[in-house]
């Protein structure tokens, strides 16, 4: 069985713990590889490179930076099709759906091209008599990435275009579930001129991040990943003295007020309820009926559903490919018994799909109605294609519904009124807001987080507030005095 590697100081390193996992492809639920998972010494090995790396990597200047994301941003451009196909291969989303996902992550690299703008600083001159002052952002040193499995070519891109193109070192440990990309990326970044030990990757499990959060070396920490892993990750990170950014788990809102077209409604709803079986952090899991449209918008929705193709990812035909593992999906599918045993109303039945049957990982389209805040199909964060429909009389309670529940990355508002819209966008407690948009997730020149337990520090990822992480702020103050004004004066210093 082919092994998959951690990537150390610009080359392929096999590991050496001892112990390796499965990883499959999902359409056939054939164990294809097995990945290595990494000790603490191997981290530590991965840290050491990154440490011996960074004083070059910082002293490079801006226009040579820029001029290798430029060229990273080529390669991965003529390359798309191969690492659509690796992510398509272990994670099992369709091929157009894994090419979408390299795409926009190439957007955050291009993003990154723009370095030199975006590391200009201030600069205010005579502050005081023959005193300026000027503000750089400096980069941390040693940087690391901890992604989960549904994105493992964008995510990885959210974190090391900026990190790597404000002068950082990086380690990346992606999810053990889909490692190959990881390996993908290193050598395009190898190509395109990144010097050896400022990309590395360490494959590896709760052992690897453990080691990861307790390196001294590693003077910050982003996470994607589910709710419980990433408070984890912020606790013990910031406790390790790291600064820490963990993107957690969602439950995305999509309202429907009476008022809107229900087609298009209708439309938005499959596609961000299904759309990569579900498994995308900005999802629709929950559409949220307002007034008396419930039984027309759920016939819509589930006039749909037969129409939309389940196969495996590389079936040019399929839509919607399969789960990510066998585990997850019968997960999945028991929020149908749970959700129809606490009252709720199965509309439409995955398991009856006949991909269902095989041996990939597959549960098909399901559709659940009359769902209330109190059953676990609500409340659980599902992750597989699996559609709630909550129905509720006003704006008003549709609103509180999204406020209250626990997690706050997107929400979507679907109607013709601009003035119930930007109410909207006022009252909302979610950190990304769709209007008629169901999956509003940031441009590269924006940034990506959510609210509540779907974020865990300060910072959001990507984009500027991405930089901002991975530097930090110096002030300069400077004087070139006349020799003939010096003296000495023990009074705090005076700008008037
Ligand atoms: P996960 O939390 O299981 O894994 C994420 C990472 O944490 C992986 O690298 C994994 O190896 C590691 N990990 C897993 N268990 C661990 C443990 N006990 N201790 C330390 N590390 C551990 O998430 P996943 O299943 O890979 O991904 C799906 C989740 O990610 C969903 O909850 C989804 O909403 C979330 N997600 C969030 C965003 C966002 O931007 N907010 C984006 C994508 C995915």
Not at 202 to 212: E, H, L, R, S
């Amino acid at each position: 069985m082919e092994r998959i590697n951690h990537w150390i100081g610009g080359k392929l390193v096999p590991g050496n713990s001892g112990r390796t996992g499965p990883v499959f492809d999902p359409a056939t639920g054939e164990q294809t590889h097995e990945v290595d998972l990494a000790s603490s010494e191997e981290v530590a090995t991965a840290a050491e490179a990154a440490l011996d790396a960074f004083p070059g990597w910082r002293a490079t200047s801006l226009s040579r930076r820029a001029e290798i994301f430029f060229r990273i941003r080529e390669l991965l451009e003529q390359r798309k099709p191969e690492l659509a196909r690796i992510v398509t291969s272990q994670h099992g989303k369709v091929l157009a759906d894994a090419s979408g996902e390299v795409q926009r992550g190439l957007e955050n690299v291009e993003f990154a091209c723009g370095i030199a703008n975006l590391l200009q600083g201030g600069f205010s001159e005579q502050v005081a008599t023959g005193v300026d002052v000027y503000s750089i952002r400096q980069p941390l040193g040693v940087v690391a990435g901890i992604t989960p499995f549904n994105f493992p070519a964008m995510v990885p891109m959210w974190m090391f275009a900026n990190a790597i193109a404000c002068g950082n070192t990086f380690i990346l440990k992606p999810s053990e579930k889909d490692p190959s990309a990881s390996l993908f990326l290193a050598e395009v970044l190898a190509d395109a001129g990144i010097p050896d030990g400022v990309f590395n990757v360490i494959q590896g499990d709760k052992v690897a991040v453990d080691a990861i959060l307790e390196h001294p070396t590693i003077r910050a920490v982003s996470f994607v990943g589910s709710t419980p892993i990433a408070r984890y990750v912020y606790e013990h990170g910031t406790a390790a003295g790291k600064r820490v950014q963990a993107l957690g788990g969602a439950k995305n809102h999509m309202i429907v007020l009476p008022d809107a077209d229900l087609d298009m409604a209708a439309d938005a709803a499959v596609s961000a309820g299904y759309g990569s079986a579900g498994e995308r952090c900005m999802a629709v899991s929950v559409v949220t009926a307002v007034g008396d449209i419930g039984d027309e918008l759920v016939a819509k929705i589930s006039e749909r559903i037969p129409n939309v193709h389940v196969g495996a990812g590389t079936d040019p035909d399929a839509e919607m490919g399969p789960l990510i593992t066998r585990e997850h999906r019968d997960k999945v599918a028991s929020y149908l018994d749970s959700g129809r045993d606490q009252g709720a109303t199965i509309v439409r039945d995955g398991r009856e799909d006949p991909v269902a049957g095989g041996d990939g990982f597959f549960l098909g389209l399901s559709l659940l109605d009359h769902v209330t805040t109190v059953m676990d199909c609500y409340r659980d964060e599902i992750f597989g294609p699996v559609l709630a429909v909550v129905r509720v009389d006003t704006y008003d309670e549709a609103v509180r519904i999204v406020n209250e529940n626990p997690y706050g990355n997107g929400v979507a508002l679907f109607t013709r009124d601009g003035g119930v819209a930007r109410r909207f966008q006022f009252d909302v407690e979610a950190g990304m807001v769709g209007v008629n948009v169901p999956i509003p997730v940031p441009v590269a020149y924006y940034s990506f987080g959510g609210w509540k337990s779907s974020l865990f520090g300060d910072t959001h990822m990507y984009g500027p507030e991405g930089v901002r992480f991975y530097t930090r702020g110096k002030i300069v103050t400077s004087r070139w005095p006349d020799p003939a004004t010096s003296k000495v004066d023990l009074g705090f210093p005076r700008t008037r």
